[in-house]
């Protein structure tokens, strides 16, 4: 799924660039969901703002800034446009109208013709959570992919592959600079690597990330 899907207007008889909302819960959730695909996004031209609606204080020690990683690891990717918002961590659920309302504006202001989002079917409350918001608040947006983090495993079944080879260093670079997750084993590199390698060989492909389509306008 090379990029430049969407309705994108044309500007002096050329496609205007994709644009892209990323939709994370948390510090690093759109690292690892679909940081390698990001960057190459914004490699190719695409137009990208990242919206993380938690610092992710519950999940990480105090001895390093959850708020601080968001936006280092992001710029790895290539991700300049980052909104940080301070909802309860673990509990977004109880903030889901606003979190829409949050969405709805980011969706107004910044017109994106694909948005990523995460998985409906996720373990993990909050995720589970954002997935609610963004489908109502994307509601006009053609393109609506859902990701994968680990907490979704083995329930998710992508259909929508994206092959990353060269940008999957970036990506494990990116997941480096949250130092407050080095613990976590799913953020071993060669588990990360594993990963990718993983979804590439469900459809004959180097390493790659999947992605279940909730719309996908062509």
Known sequence: MDGQGG???????????????????HP????LGCGATLAKLAQQGAVIRALVFTRGHVGGSTAHDRSAETPA???????????QHDFADTRLHQSLNAIIAA???AVADFQPGRVYTMFNADRHQDHRTLYEAS??????????????TPSSYPNFLPTVFEP???FLERKVAALKLH??????????????????HFRGAQVDLGPSEGFIPYKMVM
């Open 7 to 25: 309705h994108s207007p044309v500007e002096d008889g050329r496609p205007a660039p994709l644009r892209v909302l990323a939709l994370g819960a």
């Open 28 to 31: 690093d959730d759109l690292e």
């Open 73 to 83: 690891g992001l710029a790895a990717l290539g991700v300049e446009d980052v909104v």
């Open 103 to 105: 969405i709805e504006e």
């Open 135 to 148: 489908a109502v608040a994307c509601r006009r947006v053609p393109q609506i992919l859902g990701y994968e």
């Open 164 to 166: 990353i080879a060269p």
């Open 179 to 196: 130092q407050s997750q080095e613990h976590r084993l799913y953020m071993d590199e060669e588990k990360v690597r594993a990963a990718a």
